[in-house]
């Protein structure tokens, strides 16, 4: 069962770096063969397992630095303080923990990073999408930037930081891309062998990578939300100005016509204001038509993110109840997911997860008869209001099922 969830996984990741070597063509092109070449060596089973643990060290700081440049980003910030995400220092823990790891550990975990031979590239993937324009205006912000003594509200929505990002959906799908490799490196880890310590690793890349997936996302949609205002502003201003120069000829033509004809004078003001009352209410009424169409688009834009914002919410949170599972028995669980929805926590949607993790692998062809027996008995815990009990039993149904 684990060898089938490894190849679909491994299948999705080859997909996602093929998108990443199409869309960013430059950092494909600037690859070097000795770069390749040392990371073979790295990944050598006969070399030295030190100079692995050297090279995640690298590709930890390397992390660091790209959410450095995004978490200066107010907006980005105050989203990640929203989300409960400290991506940051999630990879400063990583770092820390890292020089702790046993040669043991390290050769599992080398073994475990070498099934997915992109991994490397993860941080250069997201460095890629941020923009020249946004890495000058977070320079400018600096401790020696132009702009660093001025005072930035953390919850600030800059048109100029979503404008100068000019983050796309498919920028998004990039860093979706990153996450879910970074997921499925850390599935690959065998849990039994590794400690607390060593799974802060893995549980930090996944969280940096979410934390670009989140800034990225909030980028995009400050952009999406000033460009809709612009079009508005741009719209209302096309309308004035074209009602002002129809007024303006219409009065023009009048008064030429008054003079040269005097003594048609009254059927000929009649006829020029019942065209101009025409012209004005046709005016109105196109106008009336754009701004509705406006605001139906906005309206359905603000929909979009709204339910996007949600799905990456619950994305965030099954991911980190899914990881909360897949500790040891002896490892302390979330208080959160200790109690049911009618207790403020979220031992239900656990539930939920485990009966749908043990319904999918039972539908590829896996055996969760070990599994099921621990969910039934998991279940008439919680019925029971047994909610500790019932947690660990989920815990060791999940594990029974993943293994």
Do not use: H
């Not at 990371?39 to 089973?45: E, G």
């Not at 303006?248 to 004809?261: E, R």
């Not at 009966?355 to 099921?372: E, F, H, P, R």
């Not at 039934?376 to 293994?403: E, H, I, V």
């Amino acid at each position: 069962m684990s060898y089938l969830r490894r190849s679909l996984v491994s299948f999705v990741i080859l997909a996602c770096l093929t998108q990443l070597t199409f869309v960013t063509p430059a950092l494909a092109r600037g690859a070097k063969p000795s770069k390749q070449e040392r990371l073979s060596r790295v990944m050598d089973p006969t070399t030295n397992v030190e100079e692995f643990r050297q090279e995640v060290f690298g590709y930890l700081t390397e992390f660091e630095d790209v959410l450095g440049v995004l978490a200066e980003v107010p907006a980005v910030r105050a989203k990640f303080d929203q989300a409960g995400l400290q991506p940051l220092a999630g990879l400063a823990k990583a770092k820390e923990n890292l020089g702790e790891l046993s040669p043991e550990q390290l050769s599992l975990m080398r073994a475990a990073y070498a099934r997915f031979p992109g991994w490397r590239e993860a941080p250069q993937a997201i460095d890629s999408l941020i923009k020249p324009q946004l890495r000058q205006r977070v320079a400018s912000k600096g401790p020696d930037g132009p702009d660093s003594g001025k005072v930035v509200p953390l919850v600030a929505d800059s048109c100029a930081d979503g404008l100068s990002a000019g983050i796309t959906n498919t920028d998004i799908s990039i860093a979706a891309a990153v996450l879910i490799a970074a997921e499925a490196v850390m599935e690959a880890l065998p849990t039994d062998a590794f400690t607390i310590v060593a799974r802060e690793i893995p549980v930090g890349l996944v969280a940096a990578a979410a934390g670009a997936v989140l800034a990225l996302k909030t980028l995009k949609d400050i952009k999406d939300d000033c460009n809709g205002a612009t079009f508005q502003s741009d719209i209302k201003s096309q309308v004035t100005s074209s009602t002002t120069s129809i007024l303006n000829k219409v009065d023009a033509a009048k008064t030429t016509i008054v003079d040269k004809v005097e003594a048609t004078k009254t059927t000929i003001v009649d006829t020029v204001e019942a065209a101009k009352n025409t012209v004005a209410a046709k005016v109105d009424a196109n106008a009336a038509t754009i701004m509705d169409n406006d605001n139906a688009n906005k309206t359905s834009i603000v929909n979009n993110d709204n339910a996007n914002k949600n799905e990456l919410r619950d994305l965030m949170l099954r991911t980190q109840i899914e990881a909360d599972l897949a500790q040891a028995d002896s490892a302390t669980p979330v208080a959160l997911y200790l109690t049911p929805t009618a207790k403020g926590g979220y031992l239900d949607l656990v539930q939920t997860i485990v009966t749908q993790t043990l319904a999918n692998i039972q539908a590829a062809g896996g055996d969760v008869s070990a599994a099921q027996s621990l969910l039934t008995q998991a279940n008439t815990a919680k019925t029971a209001g047994q909610f500790k009990a019932a947690y660990a039993l989920y815990r060791k149904a999940y594990k029974a099922a993943s293994k």
